[in-house]
Nanobody, 117 residues
Framework: QVRLVESGGGLVQPGGSLRLSCAAS????????MGWYRQAPGKEREWVAS???????AYTDSVKGRFTISRDNAKATVYLQMNSVTPEDTAIYYC???????????WGQGTQVTVSS
């Protein structure tokens, strides 16, 4: 069983920055693809960014050039650096460890990000 714990959410002004962290328990963190998703009020959960075990990154179009996903395998942690945020980035952000190596996917409990002046 893997436990994912997000942190770093909060209230930020438009144009500001925030860094989310997701710490994973369990072993073999480095072999798994990791991702960030978000769910705004009244909307479906959507994919935001992902990073492979080889550090290949991908982003949804709305965050390209503003958000950066990274990972520190020694700390078993994945990060989401959020810059130039807008009110449209307001959502609960979830961390996901993708399935693989015979294991299912795992989700964190989410962290709230609110962009408001």
């Amino acid at each position: 069983q893997v436990r994912l714990v997000e942190s770093g959410g909060g209230l930020v002004q438009p144009g500001g920055s925030l860094r989310l962290s997701c710490a994973a328990s369990g072993s073999a963190f480095s072999i798994y693809m990791m991702g960030w998703y978000r769910q705004a009020p009244g909307k479906e959960r959507e994919w935001v960014a992902s990073i492979t075990s080889g550090n290949a990154r991908a982003y949804t179009d709305s965050v390209k050039g503003r958000f950066t996903i990274s990972r520190d395998n020694a700390k078993a942690t994945v990060y989401l650096q959020m810059n130039s945020v807008t009110p449209e980035d307001t959502a609960i952000y979830y961390c996901k460890q993708y399935s693989g190596n015979g294991n299912p996917a795992f989700w964190g409990q989410g962290t709230q990000v609110t962009v408001s002046s």
